[in-house]
């Protein structure tokens, strides 16, 4: 009989999964390649359709994935399905696979770029933090010679 503990570490090794950024990307590559799919294997998509702006997005928040995290990813992936689509209409632009599915994964390409922008950022500014904490002042904190 499973424990607690054996369903932690299961859901752990599965949300490892569904944060992978690889499977973002390939998530994104899904969306925009959504019309090439015929009829009913369009359904291929729809977990890309899903998860991956929610997950794109919860990951530039800087919001680890924990077991709530599929609870919260697939209602914003609504909304901004719900959003790319009004955004479309306004535009005039007929809203269709190839439509809905190129702006959603450019938006997931987007999110997912901006949280790598993020990360790069963050881990810049911890190292000129320790390096000001050390006393050796680097950057724009660096004394004029």
Not at 43 to 64: E, K, M, N, S, T
Not at 75 to 88: E, H, K, Q, R, Y
Not at 101 to 126: C, D, P, V, W
Request: charged letters at 15%.
């Amino acid at each position: 009989m499973p424990t607690i503990t054996d369903v932690r570490r299961e859901w752990r090794r599965h949300l490892k999964v569904a944060r992978d950024p690889a499977l973002l990307a390939v998530g994104a590559v899904l969306l925009i390649c959504a019309p090439v799919f015929p009829g009913l294997s369009r359904l291929a998509v729809l977990p890309a359709f899903l998860l991956a702006p929610g997950y794109a997005l919860l990951r530039l928040l800087g919001q680890v994935a924990g077991p709530r995290s599929i609870s919260v990813a697939i209602p914003i992936s609504l909304v901004l399905a719900v959003c790319a689509s009004l955004v479309l209409n306004v535009s005039g632009i007929r809203l269709g696979p190839l439509s809905l599915g190129s702006l959603l994964g450019g938006i997931t390409a987007l999110l997912l770029a901006g949280s790598y922008g993020r990360q790069l950022f963050a881990r810049r500014a911890a190292a000129d933090h320790r390096a000001n904490m050390r006393g050796g002042a680097t950057g724009k904190n660096a004394p004029l010679s």
